[in-house]
């Protein structure tokens, strides 16, 4: 009934830049928190970044100043924009995204992920 489509995964060279996308579809879609987790092999996942319900937005602290979430409500997408970025940010990046969408006759909950971008940082 949700899905979640991740773009916008690549190679780079330390110091260089990306943005990923995460477009959610469905009907009547409410998202109430985003966020952006990562995982390198043998390593949990960890969050990166998030706009809870309330609006707080919070960062890992090795991304603070140099990464920026953002979400633009009308096109249902989340954003992550990567700066500066470093040998040690490279990982398969996933975003979360739970709220409601519309199906039959009322509104259901939904708390799902993306299918995962690779992120490669050369040094």
């Known amino acids: 009934q949700v899905q979640l489509v991740e773009s916008g995964g690549g190679t780079v060279q330390t110091g260089g830049s990306l943005q990923l996308s995460c477009a959610v579809s469905?009907?009547?879609?409410?998202?109430?928190?985003m966020g952006w987790y990562r995982q390198t092999p043998g390593k949990q996942r960890e969050l990166v970044a998030e706009?809870?319900?309330?609006?707080?937005?919070n960062y890992l602290d090795s991304v603070r100043g140099r990464f920026t979430i953002s979400r633009d409500n009308a096109k249902d997408t989340g954003y992550l924009r990567m700066n500066s970025l470093k040998p040690d940010d490279a990982a398969v990046y996933y975003c979360?995204?739970?709220?409601?969408?519309?199906?039959?006759?009322?509104?259901?909950?939904?708390?799902?992920w993306g299918q995962g971008t690779q992120v490669t940082v050369s040094s």
């Open positions: 979360k995204v739970a709220g409601t969408y519309h199906s039959g006759p009322g509104f259901h909950v939904f708390d799902d």
């Open positions: 469905g009907s009547a879609i409410t998202i109430e928190y």
């Open positions: 706009i809870t319900s309330g609006g707080s937005i």
